[in-house]
């Protein structure tokens, strides 16, 4: 499978030199307003080997929670640093990206009371950033949301500062290397959650985690390791070992889209090992208009850059019901099961 981003920098080779607009991310569908923090941890005990500059290994982390009010500014979704990035790195005009992080605002006061906590992991190649809509629809309901990019296989993301970590030039040859430093990414963040601060209290009773393609994979295996994340879901995603033959106790929901590609359904199969493994609730709905990519925020930002979406694994949902369709499977599981 093509990564989400790649595709989305394949389509921008398209993008007419004139256009600049604004996009326009979907509205939250929850009561509070969405608040986001951004913060990089640092684990000492990890020496980085996959992104540029070596020494400790750092986990940029997206916050997206539910305020109290909104805060005076748009939330960072992408830092200026992150969108200059990405527009250069896909040709797209500058400014294109604008607007990004409009349906968050930062320093937003948190909601009162406590509120589970759900951990996100994004696939090969992506960023947290660009599971925004999905993200931003759970803060809105009282979740809070930690997005964890990944250094070496994230295209492009800020470890504070403006200071951007870059993608391995080696690509997907790292793929089994990295595998590993999600899983301990995962479980790293779901030890030090206390030096989250500006998102209000988080109930660490509650703790759910989901993933998309290769954050689908590292969320599993972090539950198979972890008991205290309760809950999760994957979407579009397969699984690795330990988790693929000795499957988990927790439940555990599948969203898969379509793969036209996979002629011979051998993905298909792959996940219905899974799901014999699987001890507890274990819910599987098809995405049946829905490809890999689409289930990113590329399905409805693709079509605002005016880009083409013909072969770029979206799939023929449109956008709206690809974002709803996908909030509401989130959020009905994890209403279910934390």
Do not use: C
């Not at 527009?87 to 005009?93: A, H, I, T």
């Not at 930062?106 to 993200?135: C, E, F």
């Not at 290769?214 to 198979?224: L, N, P």
């Not at 889209?257 to 799901?275: C, E, F, M, N």
């Amino acid at each position: 499978m093509r990564s989400p981003v790649a595709l989305l920098a394949a389509a921008a080779l398209l993008v007419p030199a004139t256009a600049h607009a604004a996009v326009t991310p979907p509205p939250p569908t929850g009561p509070a307003p969405v608040g986001l923090e951004r913060l990089t941890l640092t684990d000492h005990h990890r020496t980085e080997r996959l992104a540029p500059g070596g020494g400790a290994r750092r986990v940029p982390l997206r916050v997206w929670y539910p305020a109290a009010r909104p805060g005076s500014a748009p939330g960072e979704v992408f830092t200026a640093a992150e969108q200059s990035a990405y527009e250069s790195v896909f040709d797209l005009p500058v400014g294109a990206l604008d607007g990004i992080g409009s349906t968050t605002t930062a320093n937003a006061p948190p909601a009162p009371g406590k509120h589970p906590v759900i951990l996100l992991s994004p696939g090969w190649g992506n960023t947290s950033g660009l599971h925004d809509a999905q993200a931003t629809d759970l803060a809105s309901h009282g979740y809070v949301v930690v997005g964890i990019d990944h250094p070496g296989d994230t295209t492009a993301v800020d470890f504070g500062g403006g200071r951007i970590l870059t993608m391995n030039p080696a690509g997907e040859k790292i793929q089994k290397r990295s595998a590993v430093q999600r899983v301990a990414d995962v479980r790293y963040v779901l030890h030090h959650l206390g030096a989250v601060q500006g998102a209000g209290r988080l109930d660490r009773r509650r703790i759910g985690a989901y993933g998309h393609s290769m954050g689908a994979r590292a969320t599993a295996a972090a539950m198979y390791y972890e008991p205290s994340i309760k809950a999760g879901v994957n979407l579009d995603g397969l699984a690795d070992e330990p988790v693929l033959s000795r499957g988990l106790d927790q439940p555990y929901a599948i969203g898969s889209g379509v793969h036209p590609q996979d002629r011979g359904h051998s993905l298909d199969k792959i996940v219905a090992t899974l799901r014999r493994h699987l001890r507890g609730p274990h819910p599987l709905r098809i995405f049946a208009t829905t490809e890999h990519a689409g289930f990113t925020d590329n399905v409805w930002l693709v079509p605002q850059l005016g880009l083409p979406t013909a072969g770029e694994e979206l799939g023929t949902v449109t956008p709206a019901a690809a974002v709803s369709g996908q909030r509401i499977f989130l959020r009905r599981f994890f209403d279910r099961y934390l």
